[in-house]
Protein backbone atom coordinates (compact mmCIF):
# COMPACT_ATOMS: atom_id res chain seq x y z
CA UNK A 1 0.00 0.00 0.00
CA UNK A 2 0.74 3.46 -0.50
CA UNK A 3 1.16 6.14 1.62
CA UNK A 4 0.30 9.91 1.54
CA UNK A 5 4.31 10.76 1.20
CA UNK A 6 5.40 8.01 -1.47
CA UNK A 7 3.07 8.65 -4.06
CA UNK A 8 5.35 9.20 -7.01
CA UNK A 9 3.29 9.81 -10.36
CA UNK A 10 6.60 9.45 -12.33
CA UNK A 11 7.63 6.52 -11.36
CA UNK A 12 3.71 4.89 -11.77
CA UNK A 13 3.66 6.19 -14.87
CA UNK A 14 6.93 4.29 -15.84
CA UNK A 15 5.65 1.41 -14.39
CA UNK A 16 2.45 1.17 -16.02
CA UNK A 17 4.37 2.24 -19.63
CA UNK A 18 7.03 -0.88 -18.41
CA UNK A 19 3.85 -2.95 -17.86
CA UNK A 20 1.70 -2.38 -20.75
CA UNK A 21 3.50 -0.32 -23.43
CA UNK A 22 1.71 -0.14 -26.72
CA UNK A 23 -1.73 -0.62 -24.92
CA UNK A 24 -1.95 2.66 -22.40
CA UNK A 25 -1.65 5.23 -25.35
CA UNK A 26 0.53 8.15 -23.82
CA UNK A 27 0.45 8.54 -20.21
CA UNK A 28 1.67 11.69 -19.27
CA UNK A 29 1.76 14.01 -16.12
CA UNK A 30 -0.62 17.14 -16.40
CA UNK A 31 0.06 18.70 -13.37
CA UNK A 32 1.11 17.23 -9.89
CA UNK A 33 -0.94 14.52 -8.47
CA UNK A 34 -3.02 14.52 -12.20
CA UNK A 35 -1.86 11.44 -14.31
CA UNK A 36 -3.93 11.33 -17.82
CA UNK A 37 -3.83 8.37 -20.22
CA UNK A 38 -5.87 6.87 -22.74
CA UNK A 39 -6.97 3.09 -23.20
CA UNK A 40 -8.57 0.63 -25.76
CA UNK A 41 -11.80 -0.43 -24.51
CA UNK A 42 -10.71 -3.88 -24.57
CA UNK A 43 -8.28 -3.50 -22.17
CA UNK A 44 -10.00 -1.32 -19.74
CA UNK A 45 -10.97 -4.08 -17.14
CA UNK A 46 -7.59 -5.59 -17.24
CA UNK A 47 -5.45 -2.22 -16.57
CA UNK A 48 -8.59 -0.55 -13.95
CA UNK A 49 -7.66 -3.81 -12.11
CA UNK A 50 -4.03 -3.59 -12.66
CA UNK A 51 -4.69 0.03 -10.91
CA UNK A 52 -6.97 -0.94 -7.72
CA UNK A 53 -4.78 -4.05 -7.02
CA UNK A 54 -1.39 -1.81 -7.53
CA UNK A 55 -1.94 1.67 -6.67
CA UNK A 56 -4.85 1.44 -3.96
CA UNK A 57 -7.01 3.69 -6.60
CA UNK A 58 -10.30 2.16 -5.54
CA UNK A 59 -12.43 5.25 -5.90
CA UNK A 60 -14.14 6.75 -8.81
CA UNK A 61 -15.14 10.34 -7.93
CA UNK A 62 -16.76 11.08 -11.51
CA UNK A 63 -17.52 9.51 -14.82
CA UNK A 64 -18.29 11.95 -17.68
CA UNK A 65 -18.87 11.50 -21.44
CA UNK A 66 -17.25 13.64 -24.16
CA UNK A 67 -18.76 14.16 -27.76
CA UNK A 68 -16.62 14.52 -30.42
CA UNK A 69 -18.57 15.71 -33.23
CA UNK A 70 -16.21 16.18 -35.62
CA UNK A 71 -13.88 13.07 -35.24
CA UNK A 72 -16.97 11.37 -34.48
CA UNK A 73 -16.34 9.49 -31.54
CA UNK A 74 -17.58 9.51 -27.42
CA UNK A 75 -14.53 9.56 -24.85
CA UNK A 76 -16.06 8.12 -21.49
CA UNK A 77 -13.75 9.59 -19.12
CA UNK A 78 -13.18 7.69 -15.19
CA UNK A 79 -11.59 10.15 -12.40
CA UNK A 80 -10.10 7.72 -10.18
CA UNK A 81 -8.96 8.56 -6.92
CA UNK A 82 -8.25 6.47 -3.70
CA UNK A 83 -9.96 6.25 -0.57
CA UNK A 84 -7.53 4.13 1.24
CA UNK A 85 -6.91 3.22 4.53
CA UNK A 86 -3.59 5.46 4.47
CA UNK A 87 -5.63 8.25 3.88
CA UNK A 88 -6.82 10.02 1.07
CA UNK A 89 -4.28 10.10 -1.95
CA UNK A 90 -3.56 13.03 -3.49
CA UNK A 91 -3.59 11.36 -6.44
CA UNK A 92 -6.21 11.33 -9.10
CA UNK A 93 -6.02 9.54 -12.32
CA UNK A 94 -8.27 9.91 -15.20
CA UNK A 95 -8.78 7.01 -17.73
CA UNK A 96 -9.82 7.84 -20.88
CA UNK A 97 -11.94 5.81 -23.07
CA UNK A 98 -12.48 6.38 -26.64
CA UNK A 99 -15.70 4.86 -27.99
CA UNK A 100 -17.04 4.13 -31.62
CA UNK A 101 -19.80 7.18 -32.13
CA UNK A 102 -22.37 4.98 -34.20
CA UNK A 103 -22.41 2.08 -31.94
CA UNK A 104 -21.07 3.34 -28.35
CA UNK A 105 -20.15 0.93 -25.83
CA UNK A 106 -18.00 -0.48 -23.65
CA UNK A 107 -17.39 -3.03 -20.90
CA UNK A 108 -18.72 -1.34 -17.67
CA UNK A 109 -16.18 -1.46 -14.71
CA UNK A 110 -18.70 -1.93 -11.95
CA UNK A 111 -16.68 -5.27 -11.31
CA UNK A 112 -14.24 -3.29 -10.45
CA UNK A 113 -15.31 -0.26 -8.95
CA UNK A 114 -18.71 -0.34 -7.44
CA UNK A 115 -18.84 3.70 -6.91
CA UNK A 116 -19.57 4.07 -11.24
CA UNK A 117 -22.83 2.05 -10.74
CA UNK A 118 -24.57 5.31 -10.96
CA UNK A 119 -22.48 7.68 -12.80
CA UNK A 120 -22.09 4.76 -15.85
CA UNK A 121 -26.09 5.17 -15.65
CA UNK A 122 -25.86 8.73 -15.75
CA UNK A 123 -23.74 8.52 -19.04
CA UNK A 124 -25.58 5.91 -20.67
CA UNK A 125 -28.94 8.11 -20.11
CA UNK A 126 -27.29 11.13 -21.33
CA UNK A 127 -24.84 10.27 -24.00
CA UNK A 128 -26.61 7.00 -24.64
CA UNK A 129 -22.96 5.10 -23.97
CA UNK A 130 -23.84 1.29 -23.57
CA UNK A 131 -21.96 0.08 -20.49
CA UNK A 132 -21.62 -3.80 -21.35
CA UNK A 133 -22.72 -5.84 -18.04
CA UNK A 134 -23.88 -3.12 -15.82
CA UNK A 135 -25.93 -4.60 -12.98
CA UNK A 136 -28.84 -2.14 -13.41
CA UNK A 137 -28.91 0.20 -16.39
CA UNK A 138 -31.73 2.07 -15.95
CA UNK A 139 -32.83 5.76 -15.94
CA UNK A 140 -31.49 7.66 -13.06
CA UNK A 141 -31.72 11.56 -13.56
CA UNK A 142 -34.39 11.52 -16.42
CA UNK A 143 -38.33 10.85 -16.08
CA UNK A 144 -39.17 7.48 -16.94
CA UNK A 145 -40.77 8.33 -20.20
CA UNK A 146 -38.08 9.63 -21.75
CA UNK A 147 -38.35 8.92 -25.81
CA UNK A 148 -35.91 6.50 -26.47
CA UNK A 149 -32.90 7.52 -28.72
CA UNK A 150 -32.90 11.06 -27.33
CA UNK A 151 -29.62 11.93 -25.15
CA UNK A 152 -29.68 15.32 -24.63
CA UNK A 153 -25.76 15.50 -23.92
CA UNK A 154 -24.79 14.63 -27.16
CA UNK A 155 -24.20 17.79 -29.19
CA UNK A 156 -26.41 17.15 -32.08
CA UNK A 157 -29.29 16.99 -29.86
CA UNK A 158 -31.02 20.48 -29.87
CA UNK A 159 -32.56 22.50 -26.96
CA UNK A 160 -35.99 24.41 -27.35
CA UNK A 161 -35.61 28.19 -28.58
CA UNK A 162 -32.46 27.18 -30.10
CA UNK B 1 -80.45 4.00 -1.73
CA UNK B 2 -76.38 5.72 -1.87
CA UNK B 3 -78.65 7.95 -4.10
CA UNK B 4 -80.67 9.22 -1.28
CA UNK B 5 -77.71 9.38 0.85
CA UNK B 6 -76.00 11.24 -1.26
CA UNK B 7 -78.40 13.41 -2.09
CA UNK B 8 -78.29 14.50 2.17
CA UNK B 9 -75.09 14.22 2.27
CA UNK B 10 -75.06 16.86 -0.36
CA UNK B 11 -77.93 19.19 1.33
CA UNK B 12 -75.73 18.96 4.28
CA UNK B 13 -73.04 20.16 2.60
CA UNK B 14 -74.58 23.22 1.20
CA UNK B 15 -76.45 24.14 4.56
CA UNK B 16 -72.55 23.75 6.41
CA UNK B 17 -71.10 25.70 3.82
CA UNK B 18 -73.62 28.63 4.30
CA UNK B 19 -73.36 28.66 7.92
CA UNK B 20 -69.15 28.38 7.61
CA UNK B 21 -69.58 31.74 5.35
CA UNK B 22 -71.18 33.89 7.74
CA UNK B 23 -68.95 36.13 8.25
CA UNK B 24 -68.38 35.76 11.88
CA UNK B 25 -67.56 32.24 11.61
CA UNK B 26 -65.79 32.48 8.38
CA UNK B 27 -63.30 35.04 9.85
CA UNK B 28 -63.09 32.34 13.06
CA UNK B 29 -61.76 29.45 10.61
CA UNK B 30 -60.10 31.10 8.37
CA UNK B 31 -58.16 32.87 11.34
CA UNK B 32 -57.27 29.32 12.50
CA UNK B 33 -55.91 28.31 9.02
CA UNK B 34 -54.13 30.92 8.65
CA UNK B 35 -51.70 31.18 11.47
CA UNK B 36 -51.03 27.29 11.61
CA UNK B 37 -49.70 26.68 8.00
CA UNK B 38 -48.04 23.55 7.95
CA UNK B 39 -45.12 22.66 5.21
CA UNK B 40 -44.07 20.18 3.70
CA UNK B 41 -40.32 20.00 3.64
CA UNK B 42 -39.58 18.69 0.30
CA UNK B 43 -36.67 20.02 -1.05
CA UNK B 44 -36.16 20.21 -4.86
CA UNK B 45 -32.70 22.67 -5.35
CA UNK B 46 -30.66 25.12 -4.23
CA UNK B 47 -33.85 27.60 -2.70
CA UNK B 48 -34.22 25.19 0.42
CA UNK B 49 -31.22 26.94 1.90
CA UNK B 50 -32.81 30.12 2.07
CA UNK B 51 -36.10 28.34 3.27
CA UNK B 52 -34.01 26.90 5.83
CA UNK B 53 -32.66 29.92 7.17
CA UNK B 54 -36.56 31.07 7.27
CA UNK B 55 -36.98 28.33 9.78
CA UNK B 56 -34.27 29.82 11.95
CA UNK B 57 -34.41 31.81 14.89
CA UNK B 58 -32.39 34.78 12.60
CA UNK B 59 -35.63 34.98 10.43
CA UNK B 60 -38.17 32.93 12.22
CA UNK B 61 -41.02 33.21 10.12
CA UNK B 62 -42.62 30.78 12.68
CA UNK B 63 -43.56 34.34 14.62
CA UNK B 64 -46.12 34.76 11.55
CA UNK B 65 -47.62 31.28 11.93
CA UNK B 66 -45.66 29.28 9.64
CA UNK B 67 -44.72 26.47 11.65
CA UNK B 68 -41.12 24.38 10.95
CA UNK B 69 -41.14 22.05 8.01
CA UNK B 70 -42.84 19.15 9.28
CA UNK B 71 -42.53 15.05 8.53
CA UNK B 72 -46.29 14.04 7.76
CA UNK B 73 -47.52 15.10 4.61
CA UNK B 74 -51.34 14.66 6.02
CA UNK B 75 -50.78 17.20 8.75
CA UNK B 76 -49.31 19.72 6.10
CA UNK B 77 -51.42 22.21 4.28
CA UNK B 78 -48.88 24.38 2.26
CA UNK B 79 -46.12 22.70 -0.32
CA UNK B 80 -43.29 25.42 -0.55
CA UNK B 81 -41.87 24.22 -3.77
CA UNK B 82 -38.21 25.13 -3.50
CA UNK B 83 -36.68 26.11 -6.66
CA UNK B 84 -35.53 24.03 -9.88
CA UNK B 85 -38.66 21.43 -10.88
CA UNK B 86 -37.09 18.76 -13.35
CA UNK B 87 -39.83 16.16 -14.85
CA UNK B 88 -39.01 13.16 -12.88
CA UNK B 89 -39.25 15.64 -9.81
CA UNK B 90 -42.62 16.87 -11.16
CA UNK B 91 -43.96 13.58 -10.95
CA UNK B 92 -43.26 13.20 -7.26
CA UNK B 93 -44.45 16.48 -6.17
CA UNK B 94 -47.69 15.81 -7.58
CA UNK B 95 -47.68 12.85 -6.07
CA UNK B 96 -47.18 14.44 -2.54
CA UNK B 97 -49.14 17.16 -3.24
CA UNK B 98 -52.22 14.94 -4.08
CA UNK B 99 -51.41 13.69 -0.58
CA UNK B 100 -51.80 16.68 1.47
CA UNK B 101 -55.15 17.63 3.47
CA UNK B 102 -56.99 19.93 1.90
CA UNK B 103 -57.26 23.06 2.19
CA UNK B 104 -53.63 23.19 0.80
CA UNK B 105 -51.66 26.03 -0.75
CA UNK B 106 -48.96 26.15 -3.02
CA UNK B 107 -45.99 28.97 -2.72
CA UNK B 108 -43.45 29.08 -5.69
CA UNK B 109 -40.15 29.68 -4.45
CA UNK B 110 -37.92 30.82 -6.62
CA UNK B 111 -37.12 31.97 -10.66
CA UNK B 112 -36.98 28.05 -11.62
CA UNK B 113 -40.14 27.58 -9.87
CA UNK B 114 -41.90 30.30 -11.41
CA UNK B 115 -40.74 30.27 -15.11
CA UNK B 116 -37.67 27.63 -15.42
CA UNK B 117 -35.09 30.32 -14.42
CA UNK B 118 -31.71 29.55 -15.43
CA UNK B 119 -32.95 26.32 -17.24
CA UNK B 120 -35.59 27.67 -18.76
CA UNK B 121 -34.57 25.72 -22.18
CA UNK B 122 -33.48 22.84 -20.62
CA UNK B 123 -34.26 19.55 -21.78
CA UNK B 124 -35.56 18.42 -18.09
CA UNK B 125 -37.26 21.20 -16.36
CA UNK B 126 -40.43 22.32 -15.73
CA UNK B 127 -40.95 26.10 -16.56
CA UNK B 128 -42.48 26.62 -13.51
CA UNK B 129 -44.26 24.79 -11.32
CA UNK B 130 -47.65 26.11 -12.00
CA UNK B 131 -47.74 23.82 -14.67
CA UNK B 132 -48.47 20.97 -12.42
CA UNK B 133 -49.21 22.66 -9.10
CA UNK B 134 -52.43 25.61 -8.49
CA UNK B 135 -49.46 28.36 -7.32
CA UNK B 136 -51.37 30.51 -4.92
CA UNK B 137 -47.89 32.68 -4.19
CA UNK B 138 -44.88 33.87 -6.39
CA UNK B 139 -41.87 34.44 -4.58
CA UNK B 140 -39.10 35.84 -7.31
CA UNK B 141 -35.63 35.94 -6.47
CA UNK B 142 -32.75 33.79 -7.49
CA UNK B 143 -32.81 32.27 -4.90
CA UNK B 144 -35.01 34.72 -2.76
CA UNK B 145 -33.94 36.16 0.71
CA UNK B 146 -36.06 34.64 3.56
CA UNK B 147 -37.82 37.90 4.22
CA UNK B 148 -38.69 37.47 0.55
CA UNK B 149 -40.26 34.32 1.83
CA UNK B 150 -41.69 35.67 4.79
CA UNK B 151 -43.49 38.31 2.84
CA UNK B 152 -44.96 35.50 0.70
CA UNK B 153 -46.30 33.84 3.54
CA UNK B 154 -47.59 36.82 4.38
CA UNK B 155 -48.98 37.57 1.51
CA UNK B 156 -50.58 34.12 1.49
CA UNK B 157 -52.11 34.71 5.27
CA UNK B 158 -53.77 37.33 3.33
CA UNK B 159 -54.94 35.58 0.66
CA UNK B 160 -56.87 33.01 2.87
CA UNK B 161 -57.75 36.01 5.37
CA UNK B 162 -60.08 37.50 2.88
CA UNK B 163 -61.00 34.17 0.53
CA UNK B 164 -64.29 32.32 1.38
CA UNK B 165 -64.18 28.99 3.00
CA UNK B 166 -64.90 26.06 0.56
CA UNK B 167 -65.56 22.67 1.58
CA UNK B 168 -67.72 21.40 -0.73
CA UNK B 169 -64.41 21.22 -3.03
CA UNK B 170 -62.16 20.48 -0.79
CA UNK B 171 -59.82 23.11 -1.74
S1 LIG C 1 -34.11 30.27 -8.36
FE1 LIG C 1 -31.88 30.29 -8.19
S2 LIG C 1 -31.50 29.61 -6.10
FE2 LIG C 1 -33.60 29.03 -6.60
S3 LIG C 1 -33.49 26.95 -7.36
FE3 LIG C 1 -33.36 28.31 -9.12
S4 LIG C 1 -31.16 28.60 -9.46
FE4 LIG C 1 -31.41 27.79 -7.39
Aim: glycine share 6%.
Amino acid sequence: MLTLQKVNETKIIDELRDKFGERIDTPKLLRPNRIVMTVEKENVIEIAQFLKDTYALNYVASVSGIDYLEENKFVVVYHVSSMSEDGHLPLVLALKVPVDRQTPFMPSLVSIWKSVEWHERETWELFGIEFKDHPRLERLLLPEDWPENQFPLRKDFLLEDE
Amino acid sequence: MFAVGNAFVGILRNVVEKIVNVKPVRYLVNWARLYSLWPVHLTTACCSVEFGAASCPRFDVERMGMIQAFGSLRQCDLIIIEGTVTKKMGKRVKKVYSQMASPRYVIAMGACAISGGIYYNSYNIHKGVDEILPVDVYVPGCPPRPEALAHGVLMLQDKIRKGRVNITKGE
